[in-house]
């Protein structure tokens, strides 16, 4: 399925390149022609914060600015925690959004490297 779709795009391989060089470049390629629907799986992290009115905020904050999937909250009138599914590389600029919005008082924990959905799909 995936050689396949190499061959869809015209992309040959070059024995002199390194190979993880080139699978980054056909994966590229590849998501950019929207041939097959490769996606990175996102992580699980939860941000908490003692004031819930920070909390609210940030969690507002944080989907507005990096589009991020808030998949639980939990509010209480001392603070909160919400968890968000998020793509690896947005991990600095979440934090950063986090200690901006909060002013050093929330705190972001990663639970999960890679949340992935389980289940069943048919591939052509």
């Known amino acids: 399925m995936i050689q396949k779709a190499l061959d869809e795009v015209g992309f040959s ?3 002199n390149r390194n190979a993880k060089q080139q699978a980054l470049e056909a994966i590229k390629i590849i998501r950019e022609k929207e041939i097959l629907p490769l996606e990175r799986a996102k992580m699980l992290v ?3 914060c003692e004031n819930s009115k920070d909390v ?3 969690k507002v904050a944080l989907e507005k600015e ?3 999937e808030a998949t639980s909250e939990d509010f209480g009138q001392l603070g909160g925690e919400v968890e968000f599914q998020i793509e690896p590389g947005m991990w600095t600029k979440f934090g950063e959004v986090v200690q901006k919005e909060t002013k050093g008082k929330g705190s972001l924990e990663l639970l999960q490297l890679s949340f992935t959905t389980e289940g069943d799909e048919i591939l052509e």
């Open 46 to 48: 939860r941000f908490t």
């Open 56 to 58: 609210k905020a940030t």
């Open 13 to 15: 391989m070059r024995p």
């Open 66 to 68: 990096l589009g991020a």
